[in-house]
């Protein structure tokens, strides 16, 4: 991920994890690239997302 993530495309991220878990997917990595800004809003919707994942089985890493 490359730029500025806020909360709206935080949400969209999100979505496409779970269409990847959806398709049998049990470990997805998001790297953010060094100059890469993430807001505190982003930030939290991940990790509540990286903690519902592996209630069912997925591991989120966010880099």
């Known amino acids: 991920m ?3 993530l806020d909360l709206f495309a935080a949400d969209l991220l999100c979505g496409s994890v779970v ?9 997805v ?3 953010l690239e ?3 800004i993430a807001d505190g809003a982003a930030r ?5 997302l990286t903690g519902r994942l592996a209630a069912e089985g997925m ?3 966010v880099e």
């Open 2 to 4: 490359r730029g500025h």
């Open 34 to 36: 060094p100059l890469a």
């Open 29 to 31: 990595t998001v790297r």
């Open 44 to 48: 939290d919707l991940l990790v509540c």
């Open 59 to 61: 591991r989120l890493v």
């Open 19 to 27: 269409a990847l878990q959806r398709r049998g997917h049990r470990q």
